[in-house]
Every structure is written in C-alpha cells, then in structure tokens.
C-alpha cells in the first residue's frame, strides 16, 4: 500500500502543468496637448489605444501616469477643476460598453486590446463628488481592477481614498498595482511585497520618480517591476533591482518588452 501511494504522488507532481512564459511591456510616451481638456484627453486615447491595438505580442502592457491628460496645469483650486479631464468608470468585473457612440478613454483602450491582452493605464476618475488618479487594468473588453492612488502628489487635484491593497493575474503571475509618489511610501507597495506578491505594474510621471527609485525597490526586495513612465529613458522592466528592458531616452513613444 505504501509503495502504490507513493508512485501515485510522484506523477501527479510531474504532471503538474509549469507556469506559461509572460510577455510584458512598460510604455514609454510622452503626452500630448491639443486644445481643449477632451481634445486632449482624445488625441491621447486614440495614440494609446492604436499602441494596445498593436501589441497582440504580448501579454500585458503598462501605459505611464498622466499620458492621457497632456501638460496641464497642476495648480488646481479645487478637485472640480480636474473634473473637464474625468471619466466615469465600471465597478471591476463590468463589461465595457463598446458601442458607445462617443468613447472615453476606456473605450479606446479596453475595446481596442486583442484578446487576452491585459492593459493597464491612467485615467483621471471622477466618481460622484470625489476625482481620483485612478490605474485602469481592463482584459477582454471588461475592468478587472482598479487602483486609486493613496499619496496623491496634487492634493487639490485629487483626493486621497482609502488604502486598498491591489491585485490582478496574468498568466498565472500575480501583479501588485501602485503609482508613481506612492514609492516613497511603505504603503501600499510593502504592504503587498509582505503578502508575497512579486511582480508589480507600475506607472509614473516625474523624473524624481524614475529609474534609480525603481531599481531600489526592486533590489531590496527581490522584485520584477514592468516601470511605466512618460519621463524619456525612464520605461522599462527592472528585475532584482536591474533594468533588463529599457525605452531610449529619445524615443517619445516606446514599449519596452520582456518575457518573464
């Protein structure tokens, strides 16, 4: 009896099926401005959802923080000022809605990604009387999470939430989501490296915020981070705290892509 438990163990562990290979991509771009706040939030998400559209290659793809919104005016009195650059989004596991007759970003993005295709962008947010920086995770024409970002830089732009602790699966990968100021922070991204998570979607905007930070943190905790920045030189994918793909710092558009 114990010599037949045994073999059935060994070959339900060699039949166990190993984790596929994951093809990411950190978008580097830089945002435009064209008239108007809508103007501007449509160029950019048609130049964004043409790049989706063009990635089939791949599994998921990160888009930078503020590549929607072009070089606003950050001054803002109020989170109502922000409210010309908003969208309205769908809860996580809502359908969107692609025969919307005028599309916001969403539309552009979800319903232009190839099949199993997962995208991740940012989005200004407008949810009742709140506007949040909002990262947008969408797969197969539906959301499938958001993150609101708990250390908003401009704390009259947006307003702070409360501290969700994020997550999205690729492939079998699980995926921390935070962005940009929130690495100066030990939440939430400590918070998810003590869950065990060990692969991060990150986007951002600033120099400040750019690659030695990303390497840091990669580094110390033995971490792959798909960098997403509009920043040039700035996109890339950093593993253990090296940047193993990396956009030029004179493209103005580049996806740099790995395979994990």
Not at 85 to 92: A, I, R, T
Not at 132 to 154: E, S
Not at 167 to 182: A, P
């Amino acid at each position: 009896m114990t010599n037949r438990m045994l073999a059935i163990v060994v070959v339900l562990f060699f039949a166990a099926p190993s984790l596929a290979a994951v093809r990411v991509g950190a978008a580097q771009r830089l945002s435009l401005t064209a008239g108007s706040p809508r103007d501007t939030i449509t160029s950019n998400a048609e130049h964004i959802g043409l790049m989706v559209q063009n990635s089939s290659y791949l599994d998921f793809i990160a888009f930078p923080e503020f590549s929607l919104t072009g070089n606003f005016d950050f001054s803002c009195n109020s989170e109502s000022d922000m409210l010309p650059y908003s969208e309205v989004l769908p809860q996580p596991g809502q359908s969107v809605d692609c025969s919307a007759s005028t599309w916001a970003p969403l539309q552009h993005v979800a319903c232009k990604a190839p099949q199993n295709v997962t995208v991740s962008y940012n989005t200004v947010e407008q949810s009742g009387a709140s506007v949040y920086n909002t990262q947008v995770i969408v797969r197969n024409k539906a959301v499938i999470a958001l993150y609101r970002k708990y250390h908003p830089f401009y704390t009259k732009c947006f307003a702070k939430p409360s501290l969700e602790l994020v997550t999205f699966e690729v492939k079998g990968l699980t995926f921390g989501v935070f962005t940009c100021y929130d690495i100066l922070f030990p939440d939430p991204k400590d918070d998810l490296v003590k869950k065990g998570i060990r692969y991060f979607s990150y986007s951002s905007a600033i120099p400040l915020i750019g690659q030695i930070t990303v390497d840091l943190f990669s580094g110390l905790n033995h971490v792959t981070v798909v960098s997403a920045n509009n920043d040039l030189g700035m996109g890339g994918v950093a593993v253990n705290g090296t940047f193993v793909s990396q956009c030029s710092a004179k493209a103005t558009t580049c996806i740099a892509a790995h395979v994990l």
